[in-house]
């Protein structure tokens, strides 16, 4: 649905269109300068299949920023958010701490196949108290502005910690 598409267009600003399936977990690092400083960006792709959820579960736990995404011209991914939202949640919190993330609508260069609303996104984000970004891998639209926005959040919560 486009989690490494995302991450490739970030981090190497390349597309493709012919589908290979993370096996297992993707390891990426990027840094860039903020106002506040240099921010060093570890960004951990997880492969969505079902046979990875062990493993990925382990990975949830040391997220300071996670980012949830689906295609907005299958609907079946949409509804899979809570779901998804719901595991994360169990393995990140404790004490009633919720994740802090961005819920992604990928594709919305496919105008004609959309079938998810901007509307419905942002409702279920403020449900699941998720920022919302409209994104393409394709076009690159928006994507730098989610890791951008990661990485300030992140780092306002490392200080904090
Ligand atoms: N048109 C269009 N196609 C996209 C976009 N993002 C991803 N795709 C295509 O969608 C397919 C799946 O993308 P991936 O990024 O591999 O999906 P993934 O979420 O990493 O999938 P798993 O690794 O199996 O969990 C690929 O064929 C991509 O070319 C987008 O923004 N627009
Ligand atoms: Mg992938």
């Known amino acids: 649905m486009g989690k490494s598409s995302i991450i490739r267009r970030y981090l190497e600003d390349t597309f493709q269109e012919s589908y290979t399936a993370t096996i297992g977990v993707g390891m990426n690092v990027a840094s860039f300068e903020l106002p506040e400083g ?33 295609d907005t011209t299958d609907r079946e991914t949409f509804d899979a958010i809570p779901k998804w939202v719901e595991s994360l949640n169990q393995s990140v919190c404790t004490l009633g701490d919720s994740i802090v993330g961005a819920l992604v609508a990928n594709k919305i260069d496919i105008e004609a196949e959309r079938v998810v609303t901007k509307q419905e996104g942002t409702q279920l984000a403020g449900v699941l108290s998720l920022d919302y970004f409209e994104t393409s891998a394709k076009t690159g639209e928006n994507i730098s502005e989610v890791f951008i926005h990661a990485a300030s959040t992140s780092q306002i919560k490392t200080r904090s910690d």
């Open 38 to 70: 240099k921010v060093v960006l570890s960004v951990v792709d997880l492969g969505g299949q079902q046979s990875f959820s062990a493993l990925r579960n382990r990975f949830y736990q040391g997220a300071h920023y996670v980012i949830v995404v689906y």
